[in-house]
Structure formats: C-alpha cells, structure tokens
C-alpha cells in the first residue's frame, strides 16, 4: 500500500477516534522514516505538470517576402519564467497583507480524485477528508461521510511539526525563516530519535512546512515566514504554471513533490506526490459553524 492510499485509509468512513487524530500526519509520517525498499510518499521522478510556454511568436503581415528591416521588426520576447524561490518569496509577500479575522472553529477539507485505475492492487478511489479545530483549546472534530462533525475526546491542542501548541503558541510561532527551519529540525530529531529521514533534512523541511500553511492555523507573518524557509531551501524549483497557482518542485533523492501555492493568498493549494497522486486543499479558512456533533463509534 503506498502512502497516498495509507491516508485514504487513515481518513475513510467511520474512523476510530486515533485515526481522526492522527489520520491527517499519516503521510507526514510516511516520510519521515528511514527508506524502506518499496517506494511510498513521494514517489521517483520529475513531474511534468503543465509548464508554461517557452515564448510567444507574434507574426504581423508583410507586404514583400522580404524581411523587414531590423529597426522594424516587433519585438519579439518570452514569458518571464519566474523559479521557485521567485515563486516563494512573492507569495510570502502576499501572505503577510492577508488579513484575518479568527472565527470559532479552524476548518480543512482535503480531497483526493481517484484515476479508478488500479495501483499496487488497489483501486485508486476518490476521497475526502474534513476536521474542525476549536480555537479555544485545539480540540479536534473530524468530519463524517454524512456531514456531521465527530467528536474525538481524546484530542487536545494543534499538533505539527511534531509538537502540541496551544492556539497562543501558533500565534508567537518566530517569523524568521532560520528560526522556523530549526523548530522542524528539533521536531525531527525528536521525533526521529536520531535516525535520518529518508527524504533528507531540507526535503524534511519542506515537507513539514508545507503543513504548517494549512493544517493549523498560524498569522499571516508567520506564514510568510514559512514560505521563506522553503524558499532557502536549496531543493526547490519552478514547474510553472499549474492549476490553482505557480508549481514549486522540491527535489530529494530518489523522489520529488510539487507543492502548488495560490499567488494571491499564499496559501497552499495542493500537494502533488507524483503524477496522477495529489492531494487538494479544498478549505483552510476559519469559520464560526460547526455541523452537528456526533460520538465516535464505540470501541
């Protein structure tokens, strides 16, 4: 099973309070252990999603067959291709003169669209996945098949970069880049005990950042920031133009995964772990409504 498909299963119909809990790091988990000989999270190879154009021919009509004079002719030029650090740094801009206004409740909607295609014995199945996270002391609610809202008792606090933080403390989170880098490498050292991730230290970086622009709810500075950690990252590349943003490719060894970022809001919009697998990031927003709340299954 490859970890697109772990998550799926992490977050299908009727789950358990750990899986609502812990459903949504599946993949972030994935990819923090050490290689094992199948591939997973991240799979090899250099995505070919829609690049821009390389240039744009302009042909204006001549009277003669001959070409025209030098001083004459129009000017001919191609689409400024910016790179992913370009794409990074300008989104970071835009993040941080986004206001918000905090509601009640941090809401998230991720979806999967299958191919229906079978991979690895499997059929490649649509999904969706949806929680709610109380702002006043984190508590966790994970959507349900029929629009409800489950509750998980056992939930407490935001939980990324391998750590719990109250609301406040997302809210003090530092906005410098160099600052951020070292929470998610003190994270992964924790978290890891000492073993290296297989997609290596910055590929850690990236991934572990990616999540803090929508999992949880942190202030437009701090997003900024994040999005400037990444783009320090010596592994990241443009792949132009896609859709919902600007691509941005972050390399490791034996693999790649494209994050898309909106370039009027900074917010992520999706993650590409290999062609045909990504995951979408339908909703990340705050909300004062939350569906009417259910138990979980009893145990």
Known sequence: MDDLESLRVALAKEPSQDTIDR????????????APRRRGLLAAGVLTLGASAAAVITLLPSATPQPAPAEARPSVSAPVQLTGRQILLAAADTAQRVAE?????????????GSDKIVKGRKDESWRAEWWYRRSDGHLFGGTPDGK???NPKSGDFWVLDHSFTYQELQELPTDPDALKELALKGMREGLKGERPRVGEDGYVALSMSYLLYDVPIPPQVRAGVLRAI????????????DGGHGVTVDVKDSSFTLVVDPETGLLRSIVTSPGNTIDITTAEWTDDLPEVVPPPAE
């Open 23 to 34: 459903g949504r790091h599946r993949l972030m988990n994935a990819a923090r252990r050490p």
């Open 101 to 113: 206004e905090p509601g009640k409740y941090w809401h998230v909607v991720i979806e999967h669209t």
């Open 149 to 151: 809202a489950m509750d």
């Open 231 to 242: 783009a320090a990252l010596p592994i990241v590349s443009s792949t132009g133009d896609v």
